[in-house]
C-alpha cells in the first residue's frame, strides 16, 4: 500500500463550484510556530520651540512572528506607523518620528500570567541611565 507522497496522485476533492486539495491541510515540515517577542524601539518627539528640549519615547512593542528576521521587520513596520505631525496649542508643530529599533528579544515565558517577565536587559552606568530617565530625576513630562 502507498500513502500520498510516495510517487502517488492526489486527487482534489470536488465540492461543486470549488475544490480542495487535502495536501492544504497537511502540516508543512518547514512551516515555523509563531512566537512572541518584545521590540524595543525607540520614537524621537521634537518641536518647532525653541524652549521646549528634544525628547524621545522608550516604546516596547508585542509583536507575534515566526522568526526573529520577521519580528524585526514588523517592529520597524509598526514603528514608521507611528510618524505623526500635529500643531500644539500654541500653535507649533509637534512631530514623532521613527527613530530606531534597539532590540527584539523574543518573549521566554509567553504564558503571559501574573509576573511573567516580557524583557529585560543589564546596563553598567546607573548614573547616566538616572540622567536621561525623567522619571527618576523627578520631572514631570
Do not use: C
Not at 514603528?79 to 518620528?97: C, F, V
Not at 517577565?117 to 530617565?133: D, G, H, K, Q, V
Request: glycine share 6%.
Amino acid at each position: 500500500m502507498t500513502t500520498p507522497g510516495d510517487d502517488e496522485q492526489v486527487g482534489s476533492i470536488d465540492i461543486g463550484s470549488g475544490s480542495i486539495d487535502p495536501r492544504d491541510f497537511q502540516p508543512s515540515a518547514t512551516s515555523a510556530k509563531a512566537e512572541f517577542y518584545v521590540a524595543l524601539m525607540l520614537i524621537e518627539i521634537s518641536s518647532e520651540s525653541a524652549t521646549e528640549p528634544q525628547l524621545y519615547e522608550e516604546s516596547f512593542v508585542l509583536v507575534k512572528a515566526e522568526s526573529d528576521e520577521e519580528a524585526k521587520e514588523k517592529a520597524v513596520s509598526y514603528g514608521k506607523q507611528q510618524a505623526a505631525s500635529y500643531p500644539n496649542e500654541d500653535g507649533e508643530l509637534i512631530t514623532w518620528k521613527f527613530k530606531e529599533l534597539i532590540e527584539v528579544k523574543q518573549v521566554e515565558d509567553a504564558t503571559f500570567d501574573d509576573g511573567s517577565e516580557l524583557y529585560s536587559r543589564f546596563f553598567r552606568n546607573y548614573t547616566a541611565y538616572r540622567s536621561f530617565e525623567p522619571i527618576l530625576s523627578g520631572e514631570e513630562i
